[in-house]
């Protein structure tokens, strides 16, 4: 059985930064793409940035040049750099394939963006 565990949410204050974590068991992160999402209360789940097998990259409008999404195929870990913080990021951040999403949701990790 496939499972994604998310880590590295917290409190920072806005302009802060925070690194997240996806790992992988019963699954090779580097077959597929890899993508991570965000869901804020009382909104719809959406994708937050995307990293294919190639690692080309895509990124939500609301992120882009804050955020950088990366993958350590040997640690079979992906990664979401997050820079420039603002209160409009905080959210629950999963990871999951990209660009469909293939694998029952993790518990997420929190963000929160407050000062």
């Known amino acids: 059985q496939v499972q994604l565990v998310e880590s590295g949410g917290g409190l920072v204050q806005p302009g802060g930064s925070l690194r997240l974590s996806c790992t992988a068991s019963?699954?090779?992160?580097?077959?597929?793409?890899m993508g991570w999402y965000r869901q804020a209360s009382g909104k719809q789940r959406e994708l937050v940035a995307g990293?294919?097998?190639?690692?080309?990259?895509v990124y939500g409008e609301s992120v882009k040049g804050r955020f950088t999404i990366s993958r350590d195929n040997a640690k079979n870990t992906m990664y979401l750099q997050m820079n420039s913080l603002k209160p409009e990021d905080t959210a629950v951040y999963y990871c999951?394939?990209?660009?469909?999403?293939?694998?029952?949701w993790g518990q997420g990790t929190q963000v929160t963006v407050s000062s």
């Open positions: 019963g699954m090779r992160l580097s077959v597929n793409g």
């Open positions: 990293i294919t097998r190639r690692f080309s990259t």
């Open positions: 999951n394939t990209y660009p469909e999403v293939a694998i029952p």
